[in-house]
């Protein structure tokens, strides 16, 4: 009888615009999501707590620093951070996607800030994706990712994505609703690869561990593929 | 999917359309069941989509997550049905309390076109659920929010109808 059953439900053609109208019933209630809540200021204020979950970073500036906001021709301030370090196989299980792509453009430049004594700049880039190493939520070939920085102040052990720059990263999708479309590096210049020639430098490596910081690729994909058997990632998409 | 779900929770729209995607063929397939035909199916669809989306966060327990959206095309078609007065007063519940020993096998000639043009709505429900997910009782009572013995009396009476369906075909070959 459930055989039965299967089977004729089954027997119902599949139309193929199915999958349209489910984006369709999704993207409006996603719009009517935004609408519903209260309008949020685009310098996010508030949004720095959010950021500060993910990266873990930390930048407080005294009033000397606030100051040099205010001018425009002075060089950015390098600024420290601390931060948990992220090792290869954390960033093989935490990821959502892992990019090999070419930063294009920087899109805005954002300021958080919870009171005046804490300020954040974030830069909005744009990248075009050379190819998905894993796309757990299918994004597609264009992406945007945060970073915090920007012309005012950077991370010393995370200077900002350089455009025309390729690079490998393990990025997330942000958690809240402010910048929701925009996604994150995994642990800061621990989640980024910089591509030097035909191999891939990693921005900051764990201080414990033998994980190599360069590595090509096929390499880095091989080490991904043992640390987390359920990426499955295809070597082969390299040929 | 755990993890999905808990990020769709957070508001996040690709984690629940992956999610979604995994069952909207399914999805689909109940709700041409409900309207019969595809135009109104896929705006069922669309609008299970819509009202799953918004209420994702009340969603207390993700295993349920398939169940849940279960219910939710079901309550869609319902009501795009109740909109063109489609939906026909159901009769009065059997009361008598049925034992788990009921028969419920059924002729293996019934047909897609059986389920649709023969069942009422609630009666599509039990079966849907019960054999073609393959439900228990408990979990289609919980479903569709129903008494247990309701449950079963309904898909008794769904049987027995496709039952005589069957016959009514044989008689007119």
């Known amino acids: ?239 | 999917m755990l993890k999905l779900v808990k990020k769709a929770q957070k508001g996040n729209d690709k984690a629940f359309l992956k999610l979604f995607q995994t069952y909207e063929q399914d999805l689909y397939r109940i709700a041409f069941v409900y309207v019969k035909n595809q135009t109104d199916a896929l705006d069922v669809v669309q609008e299970t989509a819509y009202r799953s989306f918004k209420a994702i966060k009340s969603l207390s327990e993700p295993n349920y997550f398939k169940t849940w959206l279960i219910r939710i095309v079901i309550s869609c078609s319902l009501d795009l049905l109740r909109k063109q007065k489609k939906v026909i007063q159901l009769k009065p519940e059997l009361t008598e309390d049925l034992s788990t020993e009921l028969n419920f096998d059924i002729d293996l000639k019934m047909t897609l076109n059986d389920l649709i043009e023969q069942l009422e709505e609630n009666e599509k429900s039990v079966v849907i659920l019960k054999y073609y997910y393959g439900l228990t009782f408990k979990e289609i009572s919980e479903t569709l929010d129903v008494p247990l013995g309701s449950a079963k009396t309904v898909l008794y009476r769904a049987v027995g109808k496709l039952r005589e369906s069957m016959k009514g075909a044989d008689f007119y070959e």
């Open chain 1, 1 to 239: 009888m459930s055989n039965k059953i299967q089977k004729e439900i089954n027997k119902i053609d599949i139309p193929k615009e199915l999958s349209e109208r489910s984006k369709l019933g999704i993207s409006q209630a996603k719009q009517e999501m935004h609408t519903e809540k209260p309008a949020n200021h685009i310098k996010r204020i508030g949004l720095v707590g959010a950021l500060f979950a993910v990266v873990s970073l930390i930048i407080i500036l005294n009033q000397t620093s606030l100051n040099h906001f205010s001018k425009e021709d002075t060089d950015p301030i390098v600024m420290l951070a601390s931060r948990p370090s992220y090792t290869l196989w954390e960033l093989a299980h935490e990821a959502e996607i892992i990019a090999n792509l070419t930063v294009t453009e920087r899109v805005e430049v954002l300021e958080a800030n919870q009171d005046e004594q804490i300020i954040q700049e974030l830069s909005v880039f744009k990248a075009s994706v050379n190819h998905y190493l894993y796309n757990e939520l299918g994004y597609d070939h264009e992406i945007k990712i945060i970073q915090p920085g920007g012309p005012n102040g950077i991370d010393a052990e995370n200077p900002l994505l350089k455009i025309g720059e390729s690079y490998i990263l393990f990025l997330v999708s942000r958690e809240d609703s402010n910048l929701e479309d925009n996604l994150d590096i995994i642990g800061g210049p621990y989640g980024r690869y910089n591509k030097v020639g035909d191999r891939y430098v990693r921005q900051l490596s764990p201080k414990v561990g033998s994980a190599s910081s360069s590595l090509t690729e096929a390499e880095l994909i091989e080490r991904l593929n043992q640390h987390n058997e359920d990426l499955k990632i295809d070597l082969s998409q390299l040929e």
